[in-house]
């Protein structure tokens, strides 16, 4: 897609940009789920970015008119965003979580979770308010923003950010630096709780790798873009789960819980262990496929666990 120089000339308030970028991305069939939902979202974000505008202000505070050079930009990353079918936070380096913002980069998958719901309510009601949660394990941390918001909503615990990928761990990285965290986030090198021997946590939580095979070959080419080992798991994208439910309660504390987003992989784990109380947990604002189990629950049943 090249985008002429008489609508670049044209197109001269953030606003029009907008607008003309919804129809463009309608046009071309540009899949929305990395940040965004609709097209309307993903040209502003795309039109402030170029201006090096934060996201939350209105897009009547931008310059009018619009430079060249801005109207350039703005070409550049929508041409981008058609041509290369990346999603925007890799154009712009940016996405957020928790209302937190963080580092990307195609090392790691786009922060997108419904645990974040549980994180900014302190994980309650699962944890009691009144017994403070002193150490958080956060498997598959990628870019870090889960152990990271973990960090901002409870103030008194440790969090260990554990993943095997080293290349994901150096964004992890320069994310705990951002936000100051270097004290209480550790980045761990780790294929799941092989180098935490002897650690206990309050509250393990994981969105590891759990898209199965035919799902992957579906998927819109944004996901594409992503790092397959961070999605993929196997023939029914439970391969890190069964995993994590076998070895957990030797990680978790006596009162502590297990938190897992499995997503579309929810009904193939339920069918494999239809005994098991999984407790799938229900969200304000959209998402599915996470469930909690307590460390009394996992140690009932790790025989069960660990023959699978």
């Not at 040209?43 to 009018?64: T, Y």
């Not at 430079?67 to 890799?90: C, G, H, M, S």
């Not at 070959?217 to 999605?231: K, V």
Request: overall charge negative.
């Amino acid at each position: 897609m090249q985008i002429a120089d008489e609508t670049i000339d044209t197109l001269d308030s953030a606003e029009a940009w907008v607008h003309w970028g919804i129809d463009c991305f309608e046009q071309h069939g540009i899949y929305f789920g990395h940040g965004t939902d609709n097209a309307l979202d993903e040209a502003a974000w795309l039109v402030l970015a170029a201006l090096a505008m934060p996201l939350d202000v209105s897009l009547a505070d931008a310059p009018q008119p619009l430079a060249l050079a801005q109207r350039r930009a703005i070409a550049n990353l929508f041409q981008q965003r058609v041509e290369t079918r990346k999603p925007a936070a890799y154009l712009t380096n940016e996405a957020w979580f928790c209302g937190l913002r963080f580092y990307v980069d195609e090392r790691v998958l786009v922060p997108r979770s419904p645990i974040s719901e549980l994180i900014v309510n302190g994980f309650a009601p699962w944890w009691p308010d009144q017994r403070p949660v002193s150490r958080v394990l956060d498997i598959g941390t990628g870019s870090g923003c889960i152990a990271i918001a973990c960090a901002h909503a409870l103030p008194d615990a440790v969090v260990d950010a554990a993943d095997i990928s080293p290349e994901a761990l150096a964004v992890a990285q320069q994310n705990i630096e951002l936000h100051k965290l270097g004290a209480r986030v550790n980045a761990v090198e780790s294929d799941l709780f092989r180098a935490l021997d002897g650690r206990r946590y309050d509250i393990i939580v994981s969105n590891p790798p759990y898209v199965d095979a035919e799902d992957i070959a579906s998927m819109p080419e944004e996901f594409h873009h992503e790092p397959q080992l961070g999605l993929v798991a196997g023939e029914d994208g439970l391969d890190f789960a069964v995993r994590i439910l076998r070895d957990a309660p030797r990680y978790l504390t006596e009162d502590g819980i297990l938190i897992v987003e499995v997503g579309n992989s929810d009904a193939a784990l339920a069918q494999r262990f239809p005994t098991v109380p999984f407790m799938w947990l229900a969200f304000e604002y959209g998402g599915h496929g996470v469930f909690l189990l307590t460390a009394q629950e996992l140690v009932e049943y790790h025989e069960l666990f660990s023959a699978a």
